[in-house]
């Protein structure tokens, strides 16, 4: 029998959940869910989103479990927030009426803002979880180019967040750098210290480079739904094939900016154009304690 628990997809955003996300689901058997963590859209009800990358722990886990239950069991009710009906399941009335029959279909929730509580997740609802790790430079460059800017209230206004993972960077919290670059690069820091060291306590965890998968799509889909106990088939192959091959565009369309129909290789390397090698410099010694367990000097 296979397994049955939920997947999270979670790391950075702009590291390619939506891809991988999209890539292991598989009508009736399992069903994406986007960004319940997410303030402006997400499935949470809003009163507990009040910050980007919400933190949950012991203090505030009771009120999360069961709205959290209710998601994972496709009970939720209809959100109202502008934007949030764009992470529903698209075939949600299908599992409805099919759930008698079929059972239950294995929810892979994709989540780069849950990345903060994916400790909680994993120990709480059993998930197998994926982490992936974007390179810095890229992760930059791909915030740039969307003009996504991240207030860093949304770390210092969660005391338990700071005290528990992000105390190393506390003043760099209070006092972000000035520029665009340095911003986003204190933030790629702050996410993936917190993945380097749930990671070490959870050893279960998947962690896998972006630039991997994109290297070799196939191989590395192959190996995922492997450890992840899906039915690895040709409808499989050939939907992984479309989204990454090389007759796809580089770039996401300006209007797009989550469109996964991509040439993975060259999307992943696309930074290297982006940058100048004074950012480069900048954003590696900004990020080098924590990119070094990922990166090395050939990776720059």
């Not at 075939?91 to 994916?118: E, F, H, N, W």
Request: with cysteine.
């Amino acid at each position: 029998m296979r397994r049955r628990q939920p997947i999270l997809i979670t790391g950075s955003h702009r590291a390619g959940t939506t891809w991988v996300g999209q890539m292991l689901t598989q009508f009736p058997s399992t069903c994406y869910i986007g960004e319940v963590f997410n303030p402006t859209s997400g499935l949470l009800p809003g009163h507990l989103l009040r910050h980007w990358f919400t933190y949950v722990n012991a203090d505030n886990a009771p009120l999360y479990v069961e709205p959290l239950n209710r998601i994972l069991s496709y009970r939720f009710d209809w959100p109202q927030r502008q934007g949030a009906r764009r992470y529903l399941p698209g075939r949600l009335l299908a599992y409805r009426l099919l759930r008698r029959t079929i059972g239950l279909p294995r929810p892979i929730l994709k989540d780069p803002i849950a990345v903060m509580s994916a400790g909680w997740l994993d120990e709480t609802f059993d998930m197998d979880v994926v982490c992936l790790v974007r390179h810095p430079a890229a992760f930059v460059a791909s915030l740039r180019q969307v003009g996504w800017r991240f207030g860093f209230k949304s770390f210092s206004e969660q005391p338990a967040l700071l005290a528990d993972w992000l105390q190393p960077f506390a003043e760099q919290i209070a006092q972000p750098p000035p520029t665009f670059v340095g911003k986003a690069a204190l933030l790629w820091l702050c996410v993936y210290h917190v993945v380097t060291l749930a990671a070490a306590q959870h050893p279960d965890w998947i962690c896998l480079r972006l630039e991997d998968i994109a290297a070799a799509p196939q191989e590395a889909f192959a190996d995922l739904y492997r450890r992840l106990d899906l039915p690895w088939s040709e409808r499989s192959q050939r939907r992984v094939a479309a989204h990454s091959n090389e007759q796809n565009p580089v770039g996401a369309p300006r209007d797009d900016p989550h469109a996964i129909v991509r040439h993975s290789q060259a999307a992943a390397q696309a930074w290297r154009q982006k940058l100048s090698a004074e950012e480069i410099s900048q954003i590696r010694r900004l990020t080098e304690p924590v990119a070094q367990h990922y990166y090395a000097d050939h990776d720059w």
